[in-house]
């Protein structure tokens, strides 16, 4: 993808890829979008791009529902062992 091909160049000896770098360079280049920016950029996206996007945009979701599942338990259990 052009985006992230250039993205890559501009950052690749500033910065060292770690996950904190990653995210600082997707929410400064998301604060730059509005939404018809975005759905250029998916649109300009082929077929196995849409879908790899597509498969972690779910995978990410899923990822975060069950752990808001896991962390509603978990202080449900914490709760009721202090109840005891």
Known sequence: ?????????????????????????????????????????VKEMNEYELQYFIRLYLMETLKGKFAQIEGRKEDGASYYRHLH
Do not use: N, P, Q, S
Not at 3 to 13: C, G, K, Q, S
Not at 22 to 39: N, P, R, S
């Open 1 to 41: 993808m052009k985006l992230i091909d250039e993205l890559f160049e501009m950052y690749r000896d500033k910065l060292t890829g770690d996950e904190e770098d990653l995210d600082m360079i997707t929410f400064a280049v998301l604060e730059g979008y509005d939404h018809d920016d975005l759905l250029g950029i």
